[in-house]
Structures are given as structure tokens and as C-alpha cells.
């Protein structure tokens, strides 16, 4: 006869209480427990201790009540005053919810895990507090583009592109303590310019497609990113993209989506990206999670160059260039596939920020 599983404490008991009757030895008990019940046997110091108490003249099978045991933790007021703790505190930590409730960590544990039937679980670090009408136009844009893309020709997927602006480190950051040198007694410490780390990161205009990247454009120092030089100098780089890989068509019958910045929204940019035969994608306000450039490019990017030093700017935008370069072709088409998964997540958060990898 094979063991049998999930044989309880309170089984074993009973069958050492009827066999002690029958004058067993303990010996006997355990071994035929053992056969019974494999793993899951009682220990024979256990079994010992029954045999005894039951030669003694006990009757039940029970176990008596431990002294010392918190007998209150876990009655209804502990229990209601626990929930209500945590409501009103969902960042305290078992230790404060004991001390507060006046409990053991350990019955305070009990209470969270198995009577309420929590779990601490990492908050969702979102970019902004979202009002129900920027809700709705997350919502609302999400539709019109899954009902003019989802579904369609793949290849309308290609004419989409994207970009923004990022800020790239230039040099590391050098902090104060970093700056100490070893010099014998006397000698005099050198110099280091603070003007050389002022400045210590660069502005750039960085724009792709399905096929692969298309342009990146580091703004000049001193220079504030405005509408007109978005029309006059980040857009018209783009155009020559294009030419060159369109030479009949250029920009024209594709689609430019970016977010809604002040410099992307002026009039300047849209009477260029008209004359460029361009049409924009619509996106809302505090939308990174459904912009391809934030939600995967600028990362990629960044990981890639970040703690490095370069010479100059050139040094940087050349590094930046064969970054965006090596990256497979395959990675931008999938991005933009995925822009359209997050389209579909918006509309099942009802155009509330949803829990994306």
C-alpha cells in the first residue's frame, strides 16, 4: 500500500489515540503512520508524547490552547482597525501597522496577508495627474487613430514619422568631491574652468520612421528651440531626408506625428509642414507612454551614449548618428507596430495611463 497524501495532524492523532487503546507500541504507530502517510508523518517524538498523554487518560484529540498566544489579534476589532490603518496609510510597512494597531509584526502579517488578503506591490510612477477631460482626449485621439491605421495596409504604418526633442549629455557631470587631486604639502591645486562644465549636455532633434532613422539635429548653444527655427531648420532637414530617399515626392502624402510642444503647435511649423505636403498625426497633452520616442527611442539612445565623453559637439552627434544607425531596421518597424498596441491600451484604460513593459 502506497502513502496517502494530505493525511491531517488531527487523522494522525485519531489513529494514535484507537491504537494506543489497542496497546501499540509507540514504535509500532510511527512506523505504520510512516507506511500511511509518507512526507507528511508525524514525528516519533510526536507520536511519543501522544501515546503517553492518551496511556494518562486524555480523550481528545485537540491541541490545548498555547498560553501566551495573542488571542485578540485577530478578532474583528484588530481586523477592522488594521484595514482602516492601511486605507488611510497604503505606504506603512508591517512594523507601523503593528505599533500602531498594538500587535505582533508577525499576527500584524497574518491580518494583511490572509484575513485582508493584501499584497505591498510598487506604485505606478506616472508623468501627470490626469483630469477627466485629458482623459477624454486621450481617449477620444486614440480611437481616430486606431480607426484610420488598425487594420489597414502595413504600409500606412510606414508613412508615420515621428519625432521630439532630447537632451544628451555632453560630458559627465563632474561633482565637487570628484575634483580633489594628491599634491605634496605646499604645492598649489590646479585650476578647472567652471565655464567648461557649464554647459555639460546638448539639445537634439531627432526624427524616425518604420524603415529606420531619418534625422538628428543638435540645436546650436544659446539657442532656444522656437517655432520659426523648428520651421526654418529642424523641418527642413527632414525634407531632405526625404528627397533623397523620394526623389519624386519627397514629404508629400506622408504623416508627421509629434507631440503637442509649443514650438511643434506654432503656426510657423504648420504652414511649413502644409507646404511640405505633410499632415499631422494627432496626439494629446501628457501622452509620452503612446509617443515612440519616449517610450523607446531616447531610452535605446541613451543607454547607448550616456557616461561616455566626447571631444566636441561633432564628437557626440557622430556618436549619436552610427547609434541610430546599428540599431536593426526591424526595431523601428516594430516600434511603430507597438505605438499601435498602446493606441489600444488607452482606450482600455479608458485614456488613463495603463501598465506597459
Known amino acids: ?21 489497542l496497546e501499540i507500541s509507540p514504535k509500532s504507530i510511527h512506523d505504520e503512520l510512516a507506511t500511511i502517510c509518507g512526507e507528511d508523518t508525524l514525528s516519533y517524538s510526536t507520536v511519543r508524547r501522544w501515546v503517553s ?13 498555547r498560553p501566551g498566544a495573542p488571542k485578540l489579534a485577530t478578532n474583528n476589532d484588530k481586523l477592522s482597525e488594521v484595514k482602516e490603518y492601511v486605507a488611510s496609510f497604503p505606504h506603512s510597512s508591517v512594523e507601523e501597522v503593528a505599533n500602531y494597531v498594538g500587535i505582533s509584526t508577525g499576527s ?10 493584501l499584497r505591498k506591490v510598487q506604485v505606478r510612477w506616472v508623468p501627470h495627474c490626469l483630469t477627466f477631460p485629458q482623459k477624454a482626449a486621450r481617449l477620444q485621439m486614440a480611437k481616430e487613430n486606431l480607426e484610420i ?14 519625432g521630439d526633442e532630447t537632451w544628451i549629455q555632453f560630458k559627465p557631470l563632474i561633482r565637487k568631491q570628484d575634483g580633489t587631486v594628491w599634491l605634496k604639502k605646499g604645492e598649489v591645486p590646479p585650476a578647472v574652468c567652471v565655464s567648461d562644465f557649464r554647459d555639460p549636455k546638448v539639445l537634439y532633434c531627432i526624427f524616425f520612421d518604420g524603415p529606420g532613422p531619418v534625422a538628428q539635429i543638435p540645436v546650436p548653444k544659446g539657442q532656444t528651440l522656437t517655432g520659426q527655427f523648428y520651421a526654418d531648420v529642424v523641418l527642413p532637414e527632414v525634407e531632405k531626408h526625404y528627397l533623397k530617399r523620394r526623389p519624386k515626392t519627397g514629404t508629400r502624402g506622408l504623416k508627421i506625428f509629434h507631440d503637442d510642444a509649443k514650438p511643434h503647435k506654432s503656426l510657423a511649423v504648420r504652414q511649413k509642414i502644409k507646404d511640405m505636403g505633410m499632415h499631422e498625426v494627432p496626439h494629446p497633452p501628457y501622452s509620452p507612454d503612446i509617443a515612440p520616442c519616449d517610450f523607446w527611442l531616447f531610452r535605446k539612445l541613451k543607454d547607448n551614449v550616456s557616461g561616455c565623453e566626447f571631444e566636441d559637439r561633432l564628437s557626440l ?25 498602446r493606441l489600444n491600451s488607452v482606450v482600455a484604460y479608458k485614456g488613463d495611463y495603463f501598465e506597459h513593459s
Open 53 to 65: 498523554q492518551f496511556r494518562e487518560g486524555r480523550t481528545s484529540v485537540q491541541d490545548a490552547p
Open 108 to 117: 500584524a502579517h497574518i491580518i494583511l496577508k490572509a484575513d485582508l488578503e
Open 149 to 162: 491605421y488598425e487594420g489597414s495596409d502595413p504600409r500606412r504604418l510606414l508613412e508615420i514619422v515621428t
Open 317 to 341: 552627434s557622430r556618436a549619436i548618428y552610427r547609434c541610430l544607425e546599428v540599431i536593426p531596421k526591424d526595431e523601428y518597424r516594430k516600434t511603430v507596430e507597438n505605438w499601435i498596441k
Open 1 to 21: 500500500m502506497g502513502p496517502c497524501p494530505n493525511f491531517s495532524e488531527l487523522e494522525q492523532r485519531t489513529y494514535i489515540k484507537f491504537r494506543t487503546i
